[in-house]
């Protein structure tokens, strides 16, 4: 019997005496010896006694009983009472306090050794029950596990907090029935799972459940049923959300087939470190057959382990017995092949190694998808070429080259010429081809070792290393933008581009990546400037036209909230009897900083920005608005034109937004004509869609700058335009030569044949008037005839006038 280490509790001294006396006889220790509730508690925190013995009644405040309360409380000590009372009201509320015995005074030697051994006993399974729960707790808590059961015929399912968490709402207040429960599984898995739970014995299963966000959970479920008799059944059982490591596993199953179907090596060895066994899979990865294996030391199949070099002994010292890393596996045939190793220990109850599992992966559809990645990480998906991340690696280690051997580096800032349109008009599949010819075009006209990479949208850069001059760099990039504006022909669609072409040099545009691409983009958005299609090398003073582009680009944003944007009307005049037919409105930017702004300072950064859908429902607005207060002024004969942007004829919000301001201004549908580019017109099935949608409105349409753009005349015998506007780039070389007359006159012929009204834009003389006038032309506009001005620069006299002849003095001209 293990001696104990006990503190007697006892208000008579004698008998406290003989009780020390008693337990020293027996081999125990008596730690010391008190008299009343409050001596007891002080003795059990200083002596830390293993069992007490304790009377009843004591003296001073409190008993026993309460002391028994108070000590099992703070310290979970077995207490034994030694009382002279057995009365039941006495044995009741002793029995509350739940001791570890009771021996009623007097009592033998003997009945108090085996009440200290039943106690001891007692004590030792409690601690070790205890202790058991709550490791059991903590495994459950450490699995996630939630904790349920079940019993029949009550059909009582009741669950803990975790249960709840994964059955959701529907199974609060954690007592429901099973078919509630049952309810919540997937179709597909509630047979299974109905099944499992008519199964004796321990089971397990995994299934699909339904969550409150209505979306389907993975769940694991572990039990044991047992049958009492055929209507009485009892399930004992647990539950996981196993939904992360079904996602996992559904993901890695996406990556490759490869790596889904593999199958791992297993290698046995003793503690030599010596393989005992082989499965069939280490066969068929390595080679090897089962005999040529045994009785060899792993290592000689194992070879380029990447992490720090470790023995078994090693593993087996550590507190996992486990490690894992990346090996090379040698194959029969040489080869070798990337493993992904697992070496875990096996241990006897003593601790003692018995033996090393050692599996192996093959993980070679992995690094193969990792150097696939690596690719994509530094290439763009779209043409092939190096991205910015490529180009940020390559052109660090060329600069660092180029100032070595006093060579000179060209970098080249690409950006596609009309893009834009044909994205927004013929679709983004279209686009991609585009952007793909571009990349090929690039490409072939710049050498092995150059670079090319795309930035993204329209956007390239190319860098040129070891250039010997300026000159050299602008020849190639020439190359490149004669390649580019040279005709594509995409599926049915014959497309012209362009590009602007930004050139900067290292070293004397720019010291550092950053520094030189801010010069070749700077350089570029100059050929912008310039009117596109061009080649333009880097200077200081195009950092200022940046500067002005980002302040007009910043500014663009708010400008519509601010006011800053007001309309200006230009008069189309009638050339044979000199009187006004309507108005074209044309916007203009009252920059805060800047002062008045004309469209071709800012409409190609309110295209680019996105901004221009919202800023032509403006103009389209303003614009009905104020057609209709010249009709209140009695000219309802009056016409208004407005511009719209291919990126307002993006779906069909522009016939609905038309129709609206139709109504909403209660003006004509002939009182408005809406006019659009001849770029627009590339993707004639949407445009003629448009196109006729307007003119079932009553709406007039004119092609704009006609003659400039890329799109076939034949085109106008199926499109339902009511007028075309010849460009002033024609009318400016008038009066010309023979060859220039007979151009107007073939354009006026097409045009009457085709029932089609004509307008010459750009009439600045007289003499550009008078001959016009002589080919038939009806209708012109110009600052010969009115510069565009503001409504209010009207007066109603001028506007009320049949003929306008009189008031186009010098000063208009």
């Known amino acids: ?156 399912l009741i669950g803990d907090e975790r249960f709840k968490l994964i059955w959701g709402s529907s199974l609060q207040p954690f007592i429901a029935s099973l078919s509630a429960m049952l309810a919540r599984v997937h179709p597909d898995d509630r047979h299974h799972v109905e099944s499992t739970l008519q199964t004796q014995g321990f089971f397990k299963c995994d299934f699909r459940a339904i969550h409150d966000s209505g979306e389907y959970a993975y769940l694991e479920m572990f039990g044991h049923l047992r049958i009492n008799r055929p209507d009485q059944k009892l399930v004992i059982g647990a539950l996981r959300d196993v939904t992360p490591r079904k996602k996992m596993e559904e993901r890695l199953q996406q990556a490759s087939i490869v790596f889904r179907t593999i199958t791992e090596g297993i290698m046995v060895l003793n503690t030599d470190g010596l393989i005992s066994s082989v499965n069939p899979a280490f066969c068929k990865l390595t080679g090897y057959a089962e005999e040529a294996a045994l009785g060899h030391y792993a290592a000689e199949f194992m070879v380029n382990r990447r992490d720090m070099e470790i023995s078994y002994a090693d593993i087996a010292c550590t507190a996992s017995g486990f490690w894992a890393g990346e090996v090379g596996c040698r194959r029969q045939d040489g080869t070798i092949l990337h493993t992904l190793l697992h070496i875990c220990t096996v241990k006897d109850q003593h601790g003692e190694v018995l033996q090393f599992v050692q599996t192996f992966s093959d993980i070679s559809a992995i690094r193969e998808a990792e150097r696939q990645l690596l690719h994509l990480a530094y290439h763009d998906p779209l043409t092939g070429l190096g991205n910015r991340y490529l180009l940020d690696q390559n052109l660090e280690s060329e600069l660092a080259r180029a100032l070595s051997h006093q060579r000179i580096v060209a970098i080249m800032f690409i950006d596609l010429d009309g893009f834009k349109a044909i994205n927004d008009s013929l679709g983004h599949h279209i686009g991609d081809r585009v952007i793909q010819e571009a990349a090929g075009r690039i490409v072939r006209q710049i050498r092995r070792h150059d670079e090319a990479v795309r930035l993204g949208g329209d956007e390239f850069v190319v860098m040129i290393p070891d250039v010997l001059s300026s000159g050299e760099g602008l020849l190639v990039a020439n190359k490149i933008l004669r390649s580019l504006s040279a005709p594509m022909q995409i599926d049915e669609q014959k497309l012209v581009i362009g590009a602007s072409i930004g050139v900067a040099f290292f070293p004397q545009d720019g010291q550092t990546l950053s520094d030189l691409l801010s010069a070749a983009d700077s350089a570029m958005y100059e050929a912008k400037r310039q009117g596109k299609g061009r080649v333009c090398a880097y200077s200081s003073d195009l950092v200022e036209n940046v500067r002005t582009r980002l302040n007009l680009e910043q500014g663009m944003h708010g400008a519509l909230q601010r006011n800053e944007f007001v309309l200006f009307y230009q008069p189309v005049i009638d050339l044979y009897e000199s009187r006004l037919m309507g108005f074209e409105a044309l916007i203009r930017w009252n920059h805060p900083e800047f002062g008045l702004l004309p469209p071709d300072k800012f409409i190609s950064i309110a295209e680019d920005t996105g901004l221009i859908e919202s800023i032509g429902s403006w103009v389209l607005d303003q614009a009905a608005a104020q057609i209709k207060k010249w009709a209140q002024q009695g000219r309802q004969d009056l016409f208004m034109a407005v511009n719209v942007s291919a990126r307002q004829f993006r779906g069909n919000y522009f016939l609905n937004e038309l129709k609206t301001v139709l109504q909403r201004h209660e003006i004509l549908p002939e009182q408005i004509e809406i006019e659009i580019t001849e770029s627009m017109l590339q993707d004639f099935h949407s445009i003629r869609k448009m196109v006729l949608g307007m003119r079932e409105l009553g709406v007039s349409v004119a092609i704009d700058d006609f003659g400039t753009g890329y799109s076939s005349l034949a085109l106008l015998k199926y499109l339902p335009v009511t007028r075309i506007k010849i460009d002033r780039s024609f009318v400016i070389s008038l009066p010309g030569t023979a060859r220039d007359v007979g151009l107007f006159s073939a354009i006026m012929q097409m045009a009457n044949s085709l029932e089609l009204n004509v307008t010459a834009e750009g009439v600045e003389t007289y003499d550009q008037s008078q001959i016009l006038r002589t080919m038939g032309y009806p209708a012109v506009q110009g600052y010969f005839w009115g510069r565009p001005v503001a409504a209010e620069d009207y007066d109603e006299v001028w506007i009320k006038n049949s003929s306008v002849s009189g008031y186009f003095l010098d000063e208009n001209k």
């Open 1 to 156: 019997m293990k001696a104990e280490n006990i503190l007697i509790v006892e208000d008579e001294p004698v008998v406290a005496l003989d009780l020390q006396q008693t337990l020293e006889e027996m081999g125990h220790q008596v730690c010391a010896i008190s008299i009343s509730m409050e001596g007891a508690i002080e003795a059990v925190a200083s002596h830390q006694p293993s069992l007490l013995l304790m009377d009843i009644h004591l003296q001073g405040h409190g008993d026993g009983i309460e002391a028994c309360h108070e000590i099992y409380r703070h310290w979970q000590l077995p207490v034994i009472f030694l009382s002279a009372y057995a009365d039941e009201k006495t044995v009741r509320r002793a029995a509350v306090a739940k001791p570890f015995g009771y021996l009623t005074k007097p009592y033998n030697k003997k009945d108090l050794n085996a009440v200290i051994q039943v106690a001891r006993s007692r004590h030792d399974a409690e601690l070790a029950l205890a202790k058991s729960e709550q490791k059991l707790a903590i495994a459950i808590e450490a699995a996630e596990l939630a904790t349920w059961e079940w019993e029949s015929p009550l059909d009582h």
